[in-house]
């Protein structure tokens, strides 16, 4: 979809609807995933965050900023006359008979207010753990998981990995109308029917903890904590995941290794993490090669690299394969930035089985954990980047820039 220029001409002339309604259109048609509204010293800019990467768009001039914010803020359901404080809100919005849902956060600056705009759940025919970049292997071992009764799942990494969309792929594969799934967020990102989803609101006494207490009562056989924060809220998902529920939630840890030393540090007693927890995965998001410019490595450099990918665990590709298999870089044409176009998720998929279980009892070090796992056949972020350059999905400097060693 492309929105003509015509639309963002003359703003300060037009009305704030049809200026923000061309905004948001060009916005979900370039794949945004947010919109930043941001006040300088007499300027005033849109940018736009692609394939993870933000980007200015049409400029909009000053005079117009606060009749756009206030627009915002009405829509959002937000107090338009306080501008001392933060507030956060949320609408939708109707494009080609989709509904998008978009969450609007508002924050006073030395320059005025600057708003962003997250969208939540543009294309949610995406949900589904294939089109997510899980490798075959890994898929299997994680719908074995989440389709056991009882247990508790982690889905783990950085804000703006994808965990949610992976969070909420889990939930879509379990929606069946003989199964009672229960969310807590804050807020709920993606509505999804058939689930029961509950937002947090700490000011109101609801909480994390208390709503999931509320739950525990509702019959549940799926439940879903948007974050494990502290202590408490860890401690009652945990005694859910033991009394035969399963449990699904999300941690901010690097890896899947260090998310259990994560939840040990925040107090829950490694017996309980033991007879709880069955499967913990990392993630990251990557750019995707543009399929109509990549072009393969020098061989040289590709010399280097297959004796690297000789060494990670996979059944995809026979040595031989591994050693004669093109491998592409990024060159950029008009039709991607600088060679990207897309993002696509790597994955570190990690069960736990009766040694890594041993492992936490005996309170074992990250590194412990981590060497174990990878005996164990467990890939690790870089190599699951890795084999993403295998496919030709992706490049060595996009996988090397966004995961560590080890």
């Known amino acids: 979809m492309t929105i003509p220029v015509k639309h963002m001409q003359n703003v300060a002339e037009g009305p704030a609807v049809s200026v923000l309604d061309a905004i948001l259109k060009k916005a979900l048609s370039q794949g945004a995933t947010d919109i930043h509204f941001e006040s300088g010293d007499g300027t005033f800019r849109v940018r ?30 937000m107090d338009i006359a306080e501008k001392r404080l933060p507030q956060d809100g949320r609408f939708q919005f109707t494009i080609d008979n989709y509904t998008v849902d978009l969450r609007v956060s508002s924050l006073p600056t030395i320059h005025g207010e600057k708003i962003v705009v997250r969208i939540l759940n543009f294309n949610l025919s995406r949900l589904n753990l294939q089109d997510l970049g899980y490798e075959d292997d890994d898929k299997a071992i994680l719908l074995a998981a989440i389709n056991r009764p009882h247990g508790m799942v982690l889905l783990t990494g950085p804000t703006g990995s994808g965990k949610t969309l992976s969070l909420y792929s889990c939930l879509e594969n379990l929606n069946r109308a003989d199964i009672n799934i229960s969310t807590v967020e804050d807020p709920s990102e993606i509505m999804l029917a058939g689930l029961n989803q509950v937002n947090i609101n700490d000011r109101a006494g609801l909480t ?14 799926v439940l879903m904590v948007g974050e494990i924060r502290d202590v408490e809220t860890a401690e009652i998902a945990i005694q859910a995941a033991q009394t035969g529920h399963l449990v699904l939630s999300t941690l901010h840890t690097n890896d899947a290794p260090s998310t259990l030393m994560r939840l040990g540090h925040m107090g829950v007693a490694p017996f309980n993490l033991a007879a709880s927890v069955i499967l913990v995965t990392a993630q990251r998001l990557v750019r995707r090669l543009c399929n109509q410019c990549k072009t393969p490595m020098d061989e040289k450099h590709c010399h280097e690299l297959r004796q690297v990918l000789l060494a990670i665990p996979q059944t995809i590709w026979t040595s031989q394969e591994l050693q004669t298999r093109p491998l592409f870089q990024a060159v950029g044409c008009s039709a991607c930035d600088k060679g990207y176009k897309g993002r696509v998720g790597i994955y570190q998929v990690m069960p736990i089985n009766t040694t890594l279980q041993t492992l936490i009892l ?45």
């Open 48 to 77: 736009f965050r692609i394939d993870g990467l933000l980007k200015t768009t049409d400029a909009i001039p000053r005079d117009f900023r606060d009749a756009l914010i206030s627009r915002l803020k009405v829509l959002a359901r």
């Open 208 to 221: 994390f903890a208390t709503t999931l207490r509320a739950l525990l009562r509702q019959d549940p056989d």
């Open 362 to 406: 005996n309170n074992s070090d990250v590194h412990a954990l981590a060497a174990q796992a990878a005996k164990e056949g467990v890939r690790n972020l870089r190599q699951a980047g890795l084999l993403k350059v295998v496919h030709g999905i992706t490049s060595i400097h996009e996988v090397m820039a966004l995961t560590q060693h080890g």
